[in-house]
C-alpha cells in the first residue's frame, strides 16, 4: 500500500472552542509564516522518503485553516500540489475546513483558483445562545453568507459539521438546527455527540458540576432523529455519523475507514505510511525545532503488527453502513475473518448486532445505537 490521502494540519485559531481538544493554538503573535515554511519542508521529505503513485484526496484542517491570511493560505496550497503526486483536478477531492463568517469572497475565490473543489464548514448549531455557550465566534447568518460565497467561487461541493448532546441543548432545538441545514442545499452532513475532553472548558466546567448535558435517552432521540430528517431530506448514511446525498460522500473519510494509508503533515498531524503510524510533535516550538535539525517531526513512531491491521479492519470498516468486505479481508490478510473472528462475529448476530449478507458484514439498527461496544469486540486477545 501507498497513501492515497494527504492531511495537513493548521494548529491556529481566532477562539478555542469549550469542546475542542485538537492540537491548536491562538492566532495572534505565532510564528505563522515559518510554520508554513517548515510545513512545505516536512512535504517535501515525506514525499521523498514515502512516495506514492497518486492522491485522490486532499483535506486542510485545524484549528482554522481560513484564519490564515489570504496569500498564506495559497502558500500552503500550492506546496500540496507541488510535493505530492495529487490526482488530476476532475478525480481529486480537495477539502478546506472553513469557519463560517472567515473567509471572505476573495479568499474562497483563491480556494477554487488553486484547485479547492470541496469545503467543510463548521456550523455546529443554528441556535444563538447555543453558540455563545460552547464557544464559537460566528452566528447563524454567517453559515449562509458563507455557504452563498462558496457557490459564488465556484465551489458548489459543501460539507457541514453539525454537534447535539450540547450543555442544556433540546431535541426541539436539534430539530430546528437539521431544518435550518436542509435549507441550505448541501451535500453532506457529518454530525457528532459532545464528547466531553481533558484539557478543555468543558471538562473544566465538568469537574466542577457546572455542565449541564441531556440525558443519554435524549441524545440517543437527537441522534435517531437526525437520521430520519436526513433521509427524508435524500442523504444517505454512510458512516455512523455521516450523511450524503448520492455520490458526495467523503473521499478522504473514507481513506480513514477503509483503513488506507495517508499522510498528515503539520503539528500534531498523525499519518499511516509503509505499515507505520505515526504521530508528529504537537507543540510548535517541537514541531519546528525537529524540522530545523533536518528530522522529520516525529513524537511516536508504531510498527502496525497484522494482528492490529485486522482488528483495525474490523472496528473501521464496521463504522461504514455498507460494512466490512469478506473477500477483501481474505485479500489483505491471507485468511478469512471467519478464522480470525468467527466466535465473535457469531456471538454479535446472535444478539442482533451485526448481519450478514453478501459478502458484506455490518452493523444492524440496533448495533450502530450501540456501536462502541461491538467494536470492543473486535480487539483480540494478547
Request: aromatic share 10%; proline share 4%.
Amino acid at each position: 500500500m501507498t497513501p492515497k490521502a494527504v492531511y495537513v494540519h493548521v494548529p491556529f485559531c481566532e477562539q478555542i472552542c469549550h469542546y475542542c481538544d485538537f492540537n491548536k493554538f491562538f492566532l495572534k503573535n505565532q510564528p505563522i509564516d515559518d510554520y508554513l515554511d517548515d510545513c512545505e519542508t516536512e512535504m517535501k521529505w515525506t514525499a521523498q522518503r514515502f512516495p506514492s503513485t497518486t492522491v485522490n484526496s486532499v483535506y486542510v484542517g485545524g484549528g482554522t485553516p481560513t484564519s490564515l491570511s489570504t496569500e498564506q493560505l495559497r502558500k500552503l496550497l500550492v506546496s500540496i500540489r507541488e510535493h505530492f503526486s495529487l490526482a488530476k483536478r476532475d478525480s481529486l477531492e480537495f477539502t478546506v475546513e472553513v469557519n463560517p463568517g472567515s473567509a471572505d469572497q476573495d479568499k474562497l475565490n483563491m480556494l477554487k483558483e488553486v484547485g479547492v473543489n470541496r469545503l467543510s464548514i463548521g456550523v455546529q448549531t443554528f441556535e444563538p445562545d447555543l453558540l455563545n455557550r460552547i464557544g464559537r465566534d460566528h452566528q447563524p447568518e454567517d453559515v449562509k453568507d458563507t455557504v452563498k460565497k462558496s457557490r459564488n467561487a465556484g465551489i458548489d461541493n459543501l460539507s457541514i459539521d453539525l454537534m447535539f448532546g450540547l450543555p442544556q441543548q433540546t431535541i426541539r432545538q436539534f430539530e430546528d438546527t437539521i431544518d435550518q441545514a436542509m435549507k441550505l442545499n448541501i451535500d453532506h452532513v457529518s454530525a457528532y455527540s459532545l464528547k466531553v475532553e481533558a484539557k478543555t472548558v468543558f471538562y473544566q466546567l465538568q469537574r466542577k458540576g457546572k455542565l449541564s448535558l441531556p440525558s443519554q435517552d435524549t441524545e440517543a432521540d437527537m441522534y435517531e432523529m437526525l437520521i430520519r430528517k436526513l433521509s427524508e431530506s435524500g442523504f444517505s448514511m454512510y458512516e455512523i455519523s455521516n450523511f450524503a446525498k448520492p455520490g458526495r460522500e467523503s473521499v478522504h473519510n473514507l481513506t480513514y475507514w477503509d483503513n488506507e494509508e495517508y499522510y498528515g503533515i503539520g503539528a500534531g498531524a498523525h499519518s499511516y505510511m509503509s505499515g507505520v503510524r505515526r504521530q508528529n510533535h504537537g507543540p510548535l516550538p517541537k514541531y519546528m525545532k525537529a524540522i530545523k535539525q533536518g528530522k522529520l517531526p516525529y513524537l511516536e513512531e508504531h510498527p502496525v503488527p497484522l494482528k492490529e491491521k485486522m482488528e483495525e479492519e474490523m472496528f473501521m470498516g464496521l463504522r461504514k453502513r455498507s460494512g466490512v468486505s469478506v473477500s477483501r479481508f481474505a485479500r489483505r490478510y491471507g485468511q478469512p475473518v471467519v478464522n480470525v473472528f468467527g466466535d465473535k462475529i457469531k456471538r454479535l448476530k446472535e444478539n442482533c448486532l451485526l448481519q450478514e449478507r453478501n459478502d458484506r458484514i455490518f452493523l444492524t439498527e440496533k448495533g450502530r445505537l450501540l456501536g462502541n461496544e461491538v467494536f470492543e469486540q473486535f480487539l483480540l486477545d494478547d
